[in-house]
């Protein structure tokens, strides 16, 4: 019994040691650690945690500052400000010692909003392709923090994440519009620049405001409230899960593809005897004008010359689908995609095609609303030299008719919790300015959009203790359906609220996009014209250029003449012109009525005139309103486009 209890009581004090000992290491936060970027022309400051009272000395560049840990475990030095340049190394000394190589000064950019600001460049890589076979640019740095949320506790340190650098290797990761920004500020400038990413496809806004300036939103502040409490996000999160899994299960058990295990429909022997017809891949038909949700089988014949074509690999492109797929070449399975935003791009290895009758099968599933293909992507199958336009001629079957599949709770999107656990981490990083790409999850009520709009940028800014931090972000682009006539919008409303945000908060700048997005694709490719914007932006907001434009005309004031308005714009020194070379287009006015209709315009100088003979006494004049404003195109001399506006005029 004593030698037991005397074992016990030692192996006691050895834990006990060695908890002491693994706490009394120095930790950094993930953002400072090998390859970062820090801050020029500003203090620098860092940062982490040690045991109580723990002295922790720290030397970088020739200099070294020491401190000790406080009675919480945090410790901070502070040196001076640097110029740009690197790389360095940085020594950190406590109970254990750590170095960080490859260290540089330059300008941080955080870059944040949801999927448009996600989006890498791996997904754009078939418009940019040369982009992939530069040389590597290590004066560009690249952190992505990873998702996370809190609504209970702000947080001092990101869950992970590293430094990484423009090369072949990382260059895919990186985000596409936070790239292309930071390619043209270093091209410029010839200054290090480390971008910092906290963003979450599907994000709305207030997830992202801080909690000081999230109160003036009641409802929101109320919903913090409510998921402060981890069990019911437990009790959220589980349904979803189990709802999600019995209707998926439901579907593999109905799917009369599968109903004969030798013979399943992605097998090239079947023949679709009594199939539907889809002449051209479009969405799935309705019933009695309702989606008919569940999945759906696509078959195709393909014929293929080339006796040498089984030794040959292929790229095929299935465009985008809506919602899941899984792709068959000749029976075997080539790719699959869980939910409905990506574009199908899928490698077909050597040895799957052949010569004569190849067979392409799509197990496609609809989860809710309308399914099936999105027109005007490209559907074809690339091997060696042959482009095989895949787009018509299909055979589609029904496998499994299921209700709609409920919608999931999205808890990390609730209002707070982002910005804790992403955001505020990394405004304990000193940086240049702000990037922001969001407003997509808040087209559905984008009538309060500026006021927290408003709100993020000042709360953001006091977290950085920087009053006058630029605060760039991008408009949002021409999406959906053309309208032939004028139409009432909500991503036109939003657009006029972020246009309100540029005139009203100092500091701030917008780049416009309604010219750079995609009918079909609530995720456009071009994001270097959207990097190139934010760019001009910032040589003016953050790097004081004064030799602009440095963005398109902006609407000054508007006034009636008779049975015109006149509209005044700021040129910035350059001219009013439109993107054809032909008359404006897309503006629109209304009198008394509120009844929009299309406006003959001209340019005078800096001025565009505008009249209607449907509008004796016109009261509101509109530009670009729509929810992808094709018409538009009035620009500047530099190719700019103006924004979207309402004005009521007198």
Known sequence: MILTINRSSLLIALIVMLTGALQAKVRLPHLISDGMVLQRDQPIRMWGWADAGEKVTVRFSGQKKETKATEGGEWEVSFPSMKEGGPYTVQMNGENSIILEDVYIGDVWACSGQSNMELTMARVQPMFPWEFEQEARPAIRYFDVPDAYDFSHLQMDTPGGEWIQVDKEHISQFSAVAYFFAKRLNEKYDVPIGLINASVGGSPIQSWIRKEELKRFPEDFAEVEKFRNPDLIKQIEKQDRERISTWQKAVWQKDKGYAQPAAPWSSSDVEPDDWGEMERLTLLPLKDDRAVNGVYWFRKEFELDDPQVSSLSAKLLMGTMIDSDSTYVNGQLVGSTGYRYPPRRYNVPAGVLRQGKNVLAVRLISERGQGGFVEEKPYQLEVGDQVIDLKCDWHYQLGASMPALPGQTFVRWKPLGLYQAMMAPVQQFPVKGVIWYQGESNTGNPSIYAEQMKALINGWRKAWDCKDLPFLYVQLPNFMEVSESPQE??????????????????????????????????????????????????????????????????????????????????????????????????????????????????????????????????????????????????????????????????
Request: aromatic share 6%.
């Open 489 to 650: 919008s909500n991503w036109a409303v939003l657009r006029e609220k972020q246009r309100t945000v540029a005139k009203d908060v100092s500091h701030t700048g917008m780049a416009v996009a309604i010219d750079a997005g995609e009918a079909n694709d609530i995720h456009p490719l071009d994001k270097k014209t959207i990097g190139d914007r934010l760019a001009l932006l910032a040589f003016a907001l953050a790097y004081g250029e004064k030799d602009g434009p440095f963005s398109g005309p902006s609407l000054e004031r508007g006034k009636v003449q008779e049975e015109v308005i006149e509209l005044t714009f700021e040129t910035a020194g350059s001219r009013l012109e439109t993107s054809d070379g032909r008359a404006p287009k897309g503006f629109a006015v209304a009198g008394e009525d509120g009844d929009f209709h299309w406006a003959d315009a001209r340019i005078e100088g800096e001025k565009v005139i505008l009249s209607s003979p449907m509008v004796k006494s016109p009261k509101t004049a509109r530009y670009a309103w729509a929810d992808n404003p094709e018409r538009a195109n009035l620009v500047n001399t530099e190719g700019l486009p103006a924004s979207p506006f309402e004005i009521s005029v007198e």
